[in-house]
């Protein structure tokens, strides 16, 4: 039991379910808000440094057993967060907990989307989320789009990521609505989250955007209003990505084309001394021609041999000996395509098709590595994957969309090259692995030393220091970046999108419910906005009605409200706390 844990089960506090890098860091986002933490810890999971359970009761057990819950306070408890990987363990364990407290509020780790729409119909104080879903946008928009990118909707409004450009005119901050005769329409201003120093630190949610390079804002887009997308939603539908023509013919093997060549070159040589050495016509010079290369016919049996010229013989003996061998050739290369793509697909490899350029490769095709690619091909651009397993999980389902799954060892080089590194946009490495994306990370380097690369690694320390140590730009941690979306949802808010900046900033999108009786119900917009922590975006009403963009300083907030905010982790967390806590007498 870690120094300073009682060892009677508290009331009132939060139990994770957990002791993986997510659940402990998941723990570690709650004591930031003040949260009392009981952690529930697998008999065989590995024990963390001490000092990140500081103050921490730690239960071993399983998570699923009535036992284990009641030792560590699950009846007492406001929330439980289940962060294991392992969703019919998670859902078994929240029906556990649901029966021991029925008012208790639960955050589950769901991949499953379908069942993470049914989950508040089965619970009615429960959020399912997904850990791949929240961080791979941080892959995607890495690898595409540099130090920042991609987009997401947050009040029926969808926003977008940019890094400002140089040259670019000042912008201003806060959101300022335009409305159009329908009303379905807005513009907003840009809004600066981050300025990216030359020394590469962070200058987080700065007060004004003067349109200098480094600069990170959110574009909210002049679109039409669109209906939220929740980490619980469906997973995307993407057209087929399969090959196109082209491809199509050079991925069985380009040397049928070559020989093709060498055939059309040699026939149309033949045609010409048959034309001018025999005399024939010209249809029958090709004619002799195409019959010799192929066999197909009996080549000069119409001339007269005994006075036929020497040089004509000799050179229909020569090409009838090269038309021999060519149709050799030919059977050769069709029945290696044929029997060697079916040999492949049997042992799991599927061909890559070589003219492929511009592409992204994805190493390692788990639940996080599958979402990337969904991510990636949702964008528009090619993206290839490989798996160690050819029985994977999400193998067949992105066989399934089109996009080409190789199976082997990403840390290879010679697997890589079948990726077609040479000529890929970048390489995400996001396996479960960190030694293995890391080495496919430096062997992808070494073919190509510009090459952009983004490295999944557990642990953000160790993130930080490969990030240092080996140059590699990007490095993303998981529990990084979606620990906070789950520490919010337990104390009942909702994280819409992570926003990773510099080397271990976030920057989290949420919206946040103003508690009846609390120190927000009644509060000023204006004092809410602090410098480097938070800024208020807009205001969702009780009534659902549309969102209210860009408050003005000493609007009132209301009971039932949701405000919209940029935020870092503590200037979430004291936000949050200012809508648990009650108002004191006036």
Not at 384 to 406: H, M, Q, T, W
Not at 451 to 465: G, K
Not at 528 to 539: K, N, S
Request: hydrophobic content about 50%; glycine content about 10%.
């Amino acid at each position: 039991m870690p120094p300073g844990a009682s060892d009677h089960p508290p009331t009132g506090h939060v139990v994770v379910c957990g002791l993986d890098h997510l659940g402990v860091r998941t723990a570690a986002e709650l004591r930031l808000r003040d949260e009392t933490v009981v952690i529930i810890a697998g008999v065989a999971e590995t024990s963390v440094d001490p000092e990140r359970l500081a103050g921490i009761r730690v239960v071993r057990g399983d998570q699923r057993y009535e036992g284990v819950l009641r030792e560590a306070g699950v009846p007492q408890a406001t929330a439980i967060v289940l962060t294991a990987d392992d969703d019919l363990g998670n859902l078994h364990a929240a029906l556990a907990a649901s029966d021991l407290n029925p008012s208790i509020r639960i955050v589950m780790r769901l991949f499953d989307a379908e069942l993470g729409e049914r989950i508040p119909t089965l619970f009615p104080n429960a959020v399912a989320l997904s850990s791949s879903a929240l961080a791979a946008p941080g892959f995607v928009s890495a690898a595409l789009d540099g130090e920042s990118g991609g987009s997401f909707q947050m009040g029926g409004r969808e926003f977008s990521i940019r890094v400002t450009p140089l040259g670019t005119g000042p912008a201003t901050t806060g959101a300022h609505p335009t409305a159009t005769p329908a009303g379905r329409r807005i513009r907003l201003d840009a809004i600066a989250i981050a300025r990216l120093r030359p020394d590469r630190s962070v200058d987080v949610l700065p007060d004004a955007l003067a349109g200098e390079p480094g600069v990170i804002a959110v574009e909210p887009m002049d679109v039409t209003a669109a209906p939220p997308v929740s980490h619980r939603g469906r997973l995307p539908r993407l057209p087929h990505l399969g090959l196109g023509v082209r491809d199509r013919l050079s991925a069985p093997d380009r040397r049928l084309i070559n020989l093709a060549t060498v055939i059309l070159i040699l026939a149309g040589i033949s045609a010409l001394f048959f034309r001018f050495v025999a005399g024939f016509g010209p249809i029958d010079a090709l004619s002799y021609a195409f019959a010799l290369l192929t066999g197909a016919g009996n080549g000069l049996s119409d001339v007269d041999p005994v006075h036929a010229p020497l040089a004509l013989k000799v050179y229909a003996i020569v090409l009838s000996l090269c038309g021999a061998a060519i149709v050799g050739v030919v059977y050769a290369l069709i029945t290696d395509a044929i029997i060697g793509s079916r040999l492949m697909r049997t042992l799991g490899r599927r061909p890559i098709p070589s003219s492929i350029r511009d592409h992204v490769i994805v190493c390692g095709l788990g639940a996080v590595g599958y979402r990337i690619a969904l991510g990636i091909a949702a964008r528009g651009v090619r993206v290839v994957a490989v798996e160690l397993k050819d029985n994977g999980r999400f193998v067949a389902p992105a066989r399934s969309v089109g996009i080409p799954v190789l199976t082997g060892d990403a840390s290879r080089p010679e697997v890589l090259a079948d990726l077609g590194v040479r000529t890929a946009r970048a390489v995400i490495a996001a396996t479960s692995n960190d030694l293995v994306n890391l080495e496919a990370a430096l062997n992808a380097r070494a073919v190509r030393p510009d090459m952009r690369v983004v490295v999944r690694v557990f642990d953000p320390d160790f993130a930080l220091r490969v990030q240092r140590g080996f140059s590699i730009r990007f490095t993303r941690s998981v529990s990084h970046v979606v620990a906070p979306a789950f520490a919010a949802a337990a104390i009942g808010s909702e994280v819409v999108a992570t926003v990773p900046v510099g080397d271990r900033r976030v920057v989290l999108f949420a919206r946040v419910l103003v508690m009846d009786s609390s120190r927000l119900d009644g509060a000023a917009v204006g004092p809410l906005d602090e410098i480097g922590a938070r800024r208020v975006l807009g205001i969702l009403g009780a009534d659902g009605g549309p969102a209210e963009w860009h408050p003005a300083p000493d609007r009132p907030l209301r009971a039932g409200e949701e405000v919209m905010i940029a935020a870092t982790r503590a200037g979430l967390a004291s936000l949050l706390q200012l809508s648990s806590t009650a108002a004191g007498p006036a």
